[in-house]
Every structure is written in C-alpha cells, then in structure tokens.
C-alpha cells in the first residue's frame, strides 16, 4: 500500500525547500540594502525582482496550507509554539511588501528613504524569524497528550538566535549570488565581494548550527555520531564541504555567473537533508511522528489528486516567468 503520509511529507519539504531558495534571494537584496546607499543601485537591485517576487511567496501559502490539511495535529501542537515568531514573520512579509511597491511612488527624498528602511527591516525580521522558527523546531516543543504544554517564550534560546543569524546570512549570500548573475558592472562586482563575506559567515553558521544539533536530543547524536550510523550520513557533509569548495572556487572565478548561485542552492538543499535526517520520522521532534500527525487515508488522498493539478500549474508559471525575464539586467536597455 502506497504510503500517503511519507508522499505528503515530501510534498512539504519541496515546498518549504522552494520557498527558501526563491524568496531566500528576495530576502537577500532587503538585507544587503544598506551596502548599497545609492538610489540608482537599489533601483537596480529592485529590478531584478520585480517580474517574479509575487509569485515567491506561493510556496509559503502550499507549505502552510499543506502542513494543515495533512498533518493536523503537527499543526495544531507547532502554531501555538511559534506563534511570536510566525506573526513577526507574517507581519514583516506584508510590510515589505508594501515598502516595495509604494518605495516607487514616493516623491521626496524623505519618503523613499521611509520606504527604503521599511524594505530592509522587513527583509531582515522575516528572515530572522524563518531562522528563529526553524531552529524552535529542531531544538523540540513541549507536549502534552496532543497539545502545546510549553510557555509563550519557549522559543527563544540561544540556538534559535543562532539559526536565525544563520539563515539572515545564508539569505545574504542567495542575494549576492543573484545579484552577480543579473547585473553587470561596478554593481556586480561589489555583489560578488559581498558574496565572498556572506559565504564565509554562512558556512561558519552551517557549521556551529550542525555542531550544536547533535547535542539537543538523543535522537539526533545517535543518528548524526554514534556507530555505525555515522557512516550512512558521512556523505552529507563530506557534499557539504564539496560544494562550499566549489562555490569559493567560482566566487573568483570570471564568467559563468550563474554558478554561484546554482552551487548556494545546493548548499541549502543539502542542509535540508540534514535537517531531515535529524528529524526523522517525527515532525515534531521527540514528540510526535508523522504517522501519529497525519489526517485520515481518505483526506490524503483527496488532497493529493488536487496537489497532482495544483503544483504542476504553479511550476509551469514559476518557470515561465522565470524563462521570461532571464539574462542580464541594465538600467538603460533592461534585459538582454
């Protein structure tokens, strides 16, 4: 028999994992604002995204929506949990969001330079309570029975800043990457400077959060230390750390911009990975399985043939409009 909880649970993780890297970059230019104080770069930097970022934040809504239709319980234990940061989070989306488009309509200097400060704290508070939001995950939540039973500030601890800090970087290093593959000019080369320190501050927070982790549960050192398990996961680091010497590699290397940022979206990918690993085969960790969190048979089912139409279309136009607005940007001659 088919087992539609597993289907369903990689289902979520494409959708968060797609979330991340496509809002990851968009994030990344709010929060590499503040490098660029002239108007005519963050005009620049803005043009990037302004023919996809909308359609960034659709694989939020399936993650969420999915989270709640599949595995209600998991859902119903993880809101009330995370509830300060999800809200910081929803919150600061919406108000970027308005930073971006009413930035174009502001007359004075005044005005834009409001906007401005509105696009780059909202890029960073949504990026920190991503991170922040993550880490409360992995470092567990406290049930009882089949609900929440800890305090309104269980989530804040050192290890959650920790991973909040770290995916502010790793953002970073996604806008830089984008940047060097979609400009040209002074621009791009102050981009790829930047992508030079954001790799390095991302791969220091790779490593203290993957030290850290091991350490929070059982679980997680029996998988990630203990023999002979060690040797099944020893390759996902052993990736790791290939893929961080590639991406220094091509940092300094001319032409082929596009592979900087090919190489960071592995690098998130493999960071999935692990965090899969450390989780599995709870969704709440220590607390409650998939197969405890999961909806009815039926429902699974229901909900799968509508995901079998709905994700299908929602890529197409994803990949179209990206195909649409690919190549190079100037600010005189637009795309090229």
Not at 52 to 80: H, S
Not at 193 to 220: C, H, K, N
Not at 290 to 318: C, H, K, N, W
Request: net charge negative.
């Amino acid at each position: 028999m088919t087992d539609l909880t597993l289907i369903w649970a990689l289902i979520l993780a494409f959708a968060v994992y797609t979330y991340v890297v496509l809002d990851g970059f968009d994030l990344g230019l709010g929060i590499l604002y503040p490098f660029f104080p002239k108007k005519k770069d963050r005009d620049l930097m803005m043009n990037t995204v302004a023919p996809v970022w909308d359609g960034n934040e659709t694989w939020l809504v399936l993650g969420g929506g999915g989270l709640f239709a599949a595995f209600p319980l998991a859902y119903a234990i993880i809101l009330p949990a995370l509830y300060p940061p999800i809200l910081a989070m929803l919150l600061a989306l919406v108000f970027r969001g308005v930073a971006f488009e009413f930035r174009w309509r502001a007359t004075s200097r005044y005005g834009q330079r409001l906007w401005d400060y509105a696009f780059i704290g909202g890029s960073v508070v949504a990026a920190m309570a991503q991170g922040i939001t993550l880490g409360a995950v992995l470092q567990g939540i406290e049930v009882d029975g089949r609900a929440y039973a800890g305090g309104w500030w269980d989530w804040l601890t050192w290890f959650t800043l920790l991973t909040g800090v770290s995916v502010v970087l790793g953002y970073a290093l996604l806008g830089a990457c984008w940047m060097n593959w979609k400009l040209e000019g002074d621009i791009q080369h102050r981009a790829r400077e930047l992508a030079r320190g954001a790799a390095v501050l991302t791969v220091m927070g790779i490593v203290f959060v993957s030290a850290a982790t091991p350490f929070l549960e059982q679980g997680y050192f029996e998988r990630w230390l203990a023999w002979p398990g060690i040797l099944e996961v020893a390759i996902v680091p052993v990736l790791v750390g290939a893929l961080i010497l590639g991406l220094a590699r091509s940092l300094f290397m001319e032409g082929r911009d596009w592979l900087p940022f090919l190489l960071t979206l592995l690098l998130f990918l493999l960071c999935f990975v692990g965090l899969g690993i450390s989780m599995w085969p709870d969704v709440v960790p220590g607390a409650v399985s998939l197969q405890d969190a999961a909806s009815p048979r039926e429902s699974q089912i229901f909900m799968l043939v509508g995901a079998l139409f709905l994700i299908p279309i929602i890529l197409a136009y994803t990949i179209y409009a990206y195909w649409v607005f690919r190549g190079k940007i100037d600010p005189e001659e637009g795309y090229h």
